[in-house]
T-cell receptor, first 110, second 117 residues
Framework: GQSLEQPSEVTAVEGAIVQINCTYQ??????LSWYQQHDGGAPTFLSYNALDGLEETGRFSSFLSRSDSYGYLLLQELQMKDSASYFCPDGHNQGGKLIFGQGTELSVKP | DAGVIQSPRHEVTEMGQEVTLRCKPI?????LFWYRQTMMRGLELLIYFNNNVPIDDSGMPEDRFSAKMPNASFSTLKIQPSEPRDSAVYFC???????????????FGPGTRLTVL
């Protein structure tokens, strides 16, 4: 079954900062990926954390704590175009595959 | 590079008909994945190939679904016979990661929106 948890919906206002959490039920996973999917579109890769700590790419940052089986995606200076679904797929010991699940739907309001 | 190419982009068919979805992965990628996305079930992995060999088909819902990868540049997903509950968006993705490797950035195609009446 699915071994990760993330909130189903998050709402925030334009210009704000939002954090989308991702918690793994299993330990010892290899790393944490994040994907973004706009409504009707294809998922696209955002980031990958191989090691603990914070990775920053422009307005987006991703954090990983392997000891806590926990990570998050931080979006700063939110824009309307950030409204999308965000996935932290489980790649732990999956033999090269990623398990995506339902993702978190982010709605950015004016 | 053109990215992952899928065809058709939209397919409307009647229950009982055979449906064939096509995918051309990014040149040089050695892993190919088929996904299905619905509101109820999210983004589900159906099957994936590495070096044209099916590695894991545990996500294939039933025998009505089959997938092939005859060469490194082409794969098909077939549903026969199709049913209304098969209505979904089907994505194909490819990656250059080694099977079992920890880093597997996947590149998704635009998807095929299938409607079975």
């Amino acid at each position: 079954g699915q071994s990760l948890e993330q909130p189903s919906e998050v709402t925030a206002v334009e210009g704000a900062i939002v954090q989308i959490n991702c918690t793994y039920q299993t330990s010892g996973f290899y790393g944490l990926s994040w994907y973004q999917q706009h409504d009707g579109g294809a998922p696209t890769f955002l980031s990958y954390n191989a090691l603990d700590g914070l990775e920053e790419t422009g307005r987006f940052s991703s954090f990983l704590s392997r000891s806590d089986s926990y990570g998050y995606l931080l979006l700063q200076e939110l824009q309307m175009k950030d409204s999308a679904s965000y996935f932290c797929p489980d790649g732990h010991n999956q033999g090269g595959k990623l398990i995506f699940g339902q993702g978190t739907e982010l709605s950015v309001k004016p | 590079d053109a990215g992952v190419i899928q065809s058709p982009r939209h397919e409307v068919t009647e229950m009982g008909q055979e449906v064939t979805l096509r995918c051309k992965p990014i040149s040089g990628h050695n892993s190919l994945f088929w996904y299905r996305q619905t509101m109820m079930r999210g983004l589900e992995l159906l099957i994936y190939f590495n070096n044209n060999v099916p590695i894991d088909d545990s996500g294939m819902p039933e025998d009505r679904f089959s997938a092939k990868m005859p060469n490194a540049s082409f794969s098909t997903l077939k549903i026969q016979p199709s049913e209304p509950r098969d209505s979904a968006v089907y994505f194909c993705a490819s990656s250059s990661g080694l099977a079992g490797g920890p880093y597997n950035e996947q590149f998704f195609g635009p998807g095929t929106r299938l409607t079975v009446l």
